[in-house]
């Protein structure tokens, strides 16, 4: 319990079996009230390309703002809405939001991507392609402008269940990208065999690859056979100037951190875009460079 003393509240105590049962169920029976309510907002962390620096897309990042807990980061309530079956009205939302402003930047003249974390749950349901389909349609935007990112681990637990899914989503034309790669012990000669175009290198390996070789034997052998496959690939996790030149002389292609930016909400995005839009002036497709 949280104890009052004079006008401190001190919190002594750690959360029970109970109470964290209980915050799980007020989450899940709570969240489509959320998402209704404006309390789910999305943000965006910037990515670039190296060595040009670029801004190629954007990674869109739930987050809730809950009236009660405060501001929740999404892996305090996403594994719980995926295992009450509700994460296809997170990601319809999410993919709605990021693909608005997809359409916005292109009706400025600017090719930004977005890119959607999936569930691996949604690679179950046959019909998930048909609403991804939908959504680019209904909002005009083609289908190259969409990342769908899935989780290695999530992948690789059963790739052949997720193949049929994986194959529709890739007829249509959007990237599929494959997040926290070198965590799940998976090879990537594996990869091969699934329609990925894109491999996000996970940022344990990437953060610590200033200080600790391991580390940086694994950004490396990842940079190389993700090429030698023909697999983009991107490094997350770029907190330092150090890290990104590191990566830009071994040849990895996108690079995302908070050495670039944070993930930002849209108003504050936008300002961020604008700044940098300036520099690219005089240009007939505005371009926004950074850093
Ligand atoms: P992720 O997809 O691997 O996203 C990258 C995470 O790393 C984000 O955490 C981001 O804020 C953080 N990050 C970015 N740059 C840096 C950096 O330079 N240093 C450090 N230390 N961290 C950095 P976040 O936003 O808390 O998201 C956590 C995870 O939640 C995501 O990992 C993703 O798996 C999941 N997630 C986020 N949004 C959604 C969503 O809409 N749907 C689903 N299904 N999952 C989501
Ligand atoms: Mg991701
Ligand atoms: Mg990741
Ligand atoms: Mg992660």
Known sequence: ??????GDTVRAYLPTMGQVFL?????VTQFRHALESGQVKVHYQPKVALPSRQVIGVEALVRWRHPEFGRLDPDEFVPAVEAAGLVDALTGFVMDQSLIRV???LDRGLRIAAAVNLSVRSLDDPHFPDRVAEALARHDVPPELLTLELTESG???DPQRALPVLRRLHTLGVTLAVDDFGTGYSSLAYLRQLPVDEVKIDKSFVLGMGTDLGDLAVVRSIVELGHSLGLTVVAEGVEDDA???QLASMGCDV???YLISRPLSESRLEAWLQARTTQARGLR??????L
């Open 1 to 6: 319990r949280a104890a009052r003393s004079g």
């Open 23 to 27: 915050r799980r169920f007020q989450l």
């Open 103 to 105: 359409r916005k930047w």
């Open 155 to 157: 992948v690789m637990a």
């Open 243 to 245: 890290a990104r030149d």
């Open 255 to 257: 690079a995302q951190g």
């Open 285 to 290: 497709d505005e371009t926004v460079l950074t």
